[in-house]
T-cell receptor, first 111, second 116 residues
Framework: GQQVMQIPQYQHVQEGEDFTTYCNSSTTLSNIQWYKQRPGGHPVFLIQ?????EVKKQKRLTFQFGEAKKNSSLHITATQTTDVGTYFC???????????FGTGTKLQVIP | DTGVSQNPRHKITKRGQNVTFRCDPI?????LYWYRQTLGQGPEFLTYFQNEAQLEKSRLLSDRFSAERPKGSFSTLEIQRTEQGDSAMYLC??????????????FGPGTRLTVL
């Protein structure tokens, strides 16, 4: 079955440093979404990527979808303490296929 | 509040008992998803509905689990003969259909199940 892995599993950064998490799927995806989950909270949608090679930016966050539509990345520039949480990618192979969430990257920002 | 709501928020039950959870999606959303999440893991897909039709079901969903969405609005998830391994947060999410693929999902606060 479809597997979606993320690396790293954990990342501790000093406030102001950059952060990147990578998402890799075992199958080609029709689209990919990114979610953020704060401790004790539920996942909150950040963005969706659909096109091969697509890049989208949201303020300090940059999202990329790979050319082969099997991988994606999220990059945060100059992290802030408000960026703390676990970041998940989620993808589907299309049609009526299920949505598979990645294993997540837990980000801790040290002030 | 017009977000996704779930009831109850917490459920403690004894092994072997049946439990039922309810999810009320955002009213104009036609897709509804159920996930299970354990500590330190990502949400694990259980099933999803498009209107009242159950379109996909994880093979992880054993015959003890069943979900319904009878009128295409709220949904229920039932677990029969609960086991300690069923202890988890059960998340519901809803979305609108657009473009032929899964779109932005809005998650509810979840129901935390503890099986003693």
């Amino acid at each position: 079955g479809q597997q979606v892995m993320q690396i790293p599993q954990y990342q501790h950064v000093q406030e102001g440093e950059d952060f990147t998490t990578y998402c890799n799927s075992s199958t080609t995806l029709s689209n990919i979404q990114w979610y953020k989950q704060r401790p004790g909270g539920h996942p909150v949608f950040l963005i969706q990527l659909v096109k091969s090679g697509e890049v989208k930016k949201q303020k300090r966050l940059t999202f990329q979808f790979g050319e082969a539509k099997k991988n994606s990345s999220l990059h945060i520039t100059a992290t802030q303490t408000t960026d703390v949480g676990t970041y998940f990618c989620a993808g589907s192979s299309g049609g009526y296929q299920k949505v598979t969430f990645g294993t997540g990257t837990k980000l801790q920002v040290i002030p | 509040d017009t977000g996704v709501s779930q009831n109850p928020r917490h459920k403690i039950t004894k092994r072997g008992q049946n439990v039922t959870f309810r999810c009320d999606p955002i009213s104009e959303h036609n897709r509804l998803y159920w996930y299970r999440q354990t500590l330190g893991q990502g949400p694990e897909f259980l099933t999803y509905f498009q209107n009242e039709a159950q379109l996909e079901k994880s093979r992880l969903l054993s015959d003890r689990f069943s979900a319904e969405r009878p009128k295409g609005s709220f949904s229920t998830l039932e677990i029969q003969r609960t086991e300690q391994g069923d202890s988890a947060m059960y998340l519901c999410a809803s979305s609108k259909i657009s473009g032929g693929y899964h779109n932005e999902q809005f998650f509810g606060p979840g129901t935390r199940l503890t099986v003693l």
